[in-house]
């Protein structure tokens, strides 16, 4: 045997190595699995499970913990882990730092969670140390860094986490957060910082970063609209970060969310410099959980919503903040909102997309390429002006103002392909509203800048009316030029507005016209037009009978200027109108049952304050101040007809005046003094030649007119009907001709009115409910001369554009107002026989109330009356007395009571009138008398005279008393003062209950 020489140095080096393993395996690791546990329960509170022993590897120096657990001292699981490995590199020593050749922890699984507004479960954990391990305060010595970070070399992080999980149910944003699966894989970490670098930046980088998570579990724990998603396959991805490098390093990122969509992300970084760059691509990327999330904020829910999209982005996060997109897009897809507020209010889109997107935050601007909306279909209603589609729209404020400047925005072309929209307008709740399809293009948005941007549109309104828009409109001031053209709109659909004020439908029309607008701060400036309404027919409600009806109302170089409030219009053209006015037998019109009475509206409290309040409006005064100035060159009227029926008479009237035709020339406000001219000409019956000429002037200060009418040979018998009904006498013949002049000057109408009735020829008498009692025959007797011929000069008001008008009528009121003015106001025409003057008012004498005493001036009245009586012998006088109850006997109260107060014998009646001071004396000593009950000092004067009055009892027959009291003065006044003998007036008894002209006065009537 040959005997080996072992080294003395090697013998020692072996012997202090199984030192090393006999004080790990004997003293260290037994230490180890004693003392952790004791040591965390010295540092928490809590107790450490260790499932395996701890192990240190005497061979690598590598520290293996494992199945670690703790739980929270209710029980529950705190935190648990599968492996906890430290490998402690021998570089430590030369390198003077930690130096770590991998640490790893796996499968940890950690739950925290709040137990209420305060308190997590490591709540206990911070309190107990807090307890045990007070901080001291450590002054900060001039050499402390504050951006260093412990030195250490970390070859290989392995970190992986079966799940994560947070709950804080008592947050303001309540949130549970689950992470599962997650494993992060670092290589090469350092906090050393390199050689020869004086760099401030943090000296922490890493070789390559690989963080992938299974799913991420959101959800909001808020009591409305809980919230909850999942994001499934996170990954995070880098060769090599450092947190001060200023060269751009590669990552990237990936999520997928719960539905298949994926969020691309591949940048440069160079994130001591804050710089990165890169491109984000998106993929069919669900938005309804980002909906959902902020869902409290919309007042819609988003069913349906996708977006793809690619992107290049620049961002530095330096102060300030800088970002850019460049040449990015986006498509917007598969969109279907539906509005919380009503279940018919929705939008949906086949797709929105936006391309040639670059954004630059620092100027700020965005650019966009085009905008293309594809398939858009949006339902909607209003009320009044509220509208639905805005309502759900809206998102809350959050109060915030910005202080940054205004982004810039140019988009170069908007355009839609498809779409419609259903419409249901408050105004029109019969009439759905299809707009479809849509075809709109907009070009060279600019916003805010004032530059005009491109419009035009087209569409079909419920398949039937064509409406058109093109123009210019600077978006920023709604500031530009609209051309817009309707044809074939029916009015029919208006009939639902037009139902609120008028039984009646609007049975047939179309309109059809071109309207050229400027606009200024979205309000029209000056409007041009021209068009027509064909074929239009109104009819009454319910029977749908026809009452206007025209061919054709054409309107040409229309011109409204609202800032200069100017109008002119060349032409407007009628053709062949036709009316029916009927008088029905209750005496209205069929026009006037038309109109529906409105209620008052009732104002609301911001309406009441507004009106209080008035917002000042620009030149308000000066527009107010300023009448509209008009000009209309013709309104031309073809073959009108007017169908006239009177129905309220015994036997009905009818008349037609056909094939008016005319201009009416002219018409202006412009200049002072000018007058439009009338022409009109047409036939009553078709026989009887109608003219209406002269001058108007309706715009004058005061408004001028001069226009005669002419009625030629008008056959008397067709107007036996007013005859009839009124006068109780059929016409058996006879010819009338009028000649009508009004003359408007002043304000006033002065009519020269010439009637001339021919061979008038009474037939029989009849009876009726509307003939008034008159002399007729007595009347025509007087007024024809030996000719046969009533030639009669009547003050007559009429016209034929009012909707009373009528030939028939007009005549009757001549005959009329020259017999039932004499036989049924015998009043005013016994003071025209003494000369008239200014006692139009014989028939009544007026008193004070409580008196009987007659003034002076009816005195005077009275003489002028017996005067008149004394040329018509034939003629008496019936009195009758009257009384207002509640003046009355107020004032029959205040006399019994001041004759109670002077018989007291210490004032008179200028101390009640003046309420002098004896007359305070003795009310007070007067109420204390009638009420000695009652405390007076704390009464006033008036308030005891009050009472006292108030309680003044009168004899039941005190009114009647004071009527017949009053008819008596009265006739005592004519027969013995002025001489009227008595048997020519006579007093008239009155029942004061059922007195339909009560009032302190005497009527009198002529018998």
């Known amino acids: 045997m040959i005997a080996v020489r072992v080294p003395r140095s090697l013998k020692i080096i072996v012997l202090i190595y199984l030192a090393y393993l006999a004080l790990l395996m004997l003293v260290a690791m037994p230490a180890l699995n004693l003392l952790a546990p004791k040591i965390y329960r010295e540092q928490t509170g809590r107790e450490l499970k260790l499932d395996k022993i701890i192990w240190i590897n005497p061979f690598t120096l590598a520290l293996n913990v494992r199945g670690a657990s703790s739980a929270n001292s209710d029980g529950s699981a705190f935190w648990s882990l599968q492996q906890l490995r430290v490998n402690v590199a021998l570089a430590s020593i030369w390198r003077r730092h930690i130096v770590l050749d991998e640490l790893q922890l796996t499968r940890l699984n950690l739950q925290i969670d709040q137990k209420n507004a305060e308190q997590f479960n490591f709540s206990e954990i911070l309190a107990y140390r807090a307890q045990h391990f007070p901080a001291t305060a450590q002054p900060k010595t001039k050499t402390d860094d504050s951006t260093a970070i412990f030195p250490i070399d970390i070859s290989s992080v392995i970190f992986s986490a079966a799940h994560i999980g947070i709950k804080a149910p008592y947050l303001s944003e309540p949130f549970a957060l689950d992470l599962n699966d997650t494993t992060i894989k670092l290589a090469d970490i350092t906090t050393v910082a390199e050689k020869n670098n004086d760099s401030k930046q943090s000296p922490l980088r890493t070789g390559a970063i690989d963080i992938a998570l299974k799913s991420i579990g959101i959800k909001l724990l808020r009591e409305q609209e809980p919230f909850a998603t999942q994001l499934k396959d996170l990954h995070i991805a880098s060769k090599e970060i450092a947190l001060g490098a200023t060269q751009e390093q590669p990552l990237s990122l990936t999520i997928t969310d719960a539905s298949g969509g994926q969020l691309n992300v591949k940048a440069n970084a160079a994130l001591g410099a804050k710089h990165s760059s890169g491109t984000v691509t998106l993929r069919n990327l669900d938005l309804v959980p980002a909906w959902r999330y902020l869902s409290p904020k919309f007042a819609f829910v988003t069913q349906r919503a996708a977006l793809d999209g690619d992107m290049q982005f620049n961002v530095n996060w330096s102060e300030p903040l800088h970002y850019a997109l460049t040449n990015s897009r986006l498509n917007l897809h598969d969109v279907q909102l539906q509005s919380k507020l009503d279940d018919k209010t929705n939008i949906a889109l086949a797709a929105l997309q936006i391309d040639g997107v670059a954004v630059d935050s620092a100027q700020p601007q965005a650019k966009i390429a085009k905008i293309l909306l594809r398939d858009f279909t949006l339902s909607g209603s209003n009320q009044d002006m509220q509208i639905s589609v805005l309502d759900m729209l809206h998102v809350a404020s959050t109060d915030e103002e910005s202080t940054s400047p205004p982004w810039q925005i140019q988009i170069d072309d908007i355009e839609t392909q498809g779409g419609a929209i259903h419409w249901q307008a408050s105004q029109l709740p019969d009439l759905p509203i299809v707009i479809a399809p849509l075809s709109a293009h907009v070009s060279h948005v600019l916003w805010p800048q004032a530059a005009p941007l491109q419009l035009q549109f087209d569409t079909t309104i419920n398949d039937t009316a064509k409406l058109a828009l093109q123009g210019e409109l ?17 009015l029919e659909w208006a009939n639902t507005l037009f139902g609120q004020y008028m039984h009646a439908t609007l049975h047939s029309g179309q309109l059809s016209a071109r309207v050229q607008a400027t606009l200024e701060q979205g309000a029209p400036i000056t409007l041009q ?25 054409q309107w040409k170089q229309l011109a409204v200027d609202l800032p200069k409030q100017q109008l ?35 104002k609301s409290d911001a309406q009441k304050t507004a009106n209080k309040n008035p917002a000042p409006q620009k030149n308000a005064a000066k527009q107010n101040d300023k009448p509209w100035q008009l000009a209309i060159d013709t309104v031309h009227i073809e073959k009108a007809n007017l169908d006239f029926r009177d129905d309220s008479l015994s036997r009905a009237f009818r008349t037609n005046i056909a094939d008016f035709t005319g201009d009416i020339s002219g018409i202006s406000n412009r200049a002072k003094g000018e007058n439009a001219k009338v022409a009109l000409k047409g036939t009553v019956d078709g026989y009887a030649p109608v003219a209406l000429s002269g001058t108007i002037n309706p715009f004058g200060k005061p408004p001028a007119m001069k226009i005669a009418l002419d009625i030629t040979n008008l056959d008397l018998a067709t107007l036996t009907p007013y005859s009839g009904t009124y006068a109780g006498y059929v016409i058996d013949g006879g010819r009338l001709s009028v000649q009508l002049v009004y003359t408007l000057q002043d304000n006033r109408i002065v009519g020269t009115n010439h009637i001339v009735v021919n061979q008038m020829q009474l037939g029989p008498q009849v009876s009726g409910p509307k003939v008034m009692d008159l002399p007729l025959r007595f009347a025509i007797y007087l007024l024809t001369d030996s000719n046969g011929t009533m030639d009669l000069g009547v003050d007559v008001t009429g016209s034929v554009d009012d909707p009373d008008f009528s030939v028939g009528s007009i005549i009757w009121k001549a005959f009329r ?61 019936g009195l009758t007395g009257h009384v207002s109850p509640s003046r009355d006997i107020e004032a029959l109260r205040d006399g019994d009571l001041s004759s109670a107060l002077i018989a007291l014998g210490s004032l008179n009646a200028a101390d009640i009138q003046q309420q002098s001071k004896n007359w305070q004396r003795a009310v007070a000593k007067l109420f204390g008398n009638r009420f000695p009950d009652r405390k007076s000092e704390k009464l006033e004067p008036m308030q005891m005279n009050d009472a006292m009055r108030d309680n003044v009892e009168l004899p039941s027959s005190a009114l009647s008393e004071l009527a017949n009291r009053r008819a008596l003065a009265v006739k005592q006044l004519l027969v013995t003062d002025i001489g009227l003998a008595a048997d020519r007036a006579f007093v008239k008894p009155v029942d004061i209950g059922a007195d339909k002209t009560p009032g302190a006065t005497v009527t009198m009537e002529v018998n």
């Open 474 to 490: 600077i978006p920023a001031e709604v500031t530009g030029k609209i051309n817009g053209e309707v044809s074939g709109l029916p």
């Open 529 to 553: 037009s021209e068009g027509s309404v064909d074929k239009f027919e109104l009819q009454s409600l319910p029977e749908k009978r026809k009452l206007l009806a025209w061919n054709q109302l």
């Open 568 to 602: 002119q219009l060349q032409l407007a053209s009628i053709d062949q109108p036709w009316a029916q006015f009927r008088i029905n037998k209750g005496g209205t019109n069929n026009f006037q049952q038309l109109i529906i009475t409105q209620p008052a509206a009732q």
């Open 817 to 877: 107002n020259v017999i039932v003015k004499t036989v049924t106001s015998p009043f005013r025409a016994l003071a025209n026989l003494v000369g008239g003057g200014d006692h139009d008012d014989l028939d009544r004498v007026d008193f004070t109330a409580g008196s009987d005493q007659i003034a002076s001036e009816h005195k005077e009245k009275l003489h002028t009356l017996v005067d008149a009586l004394n040329k018509k012998s034939a003629l008496k006088l």
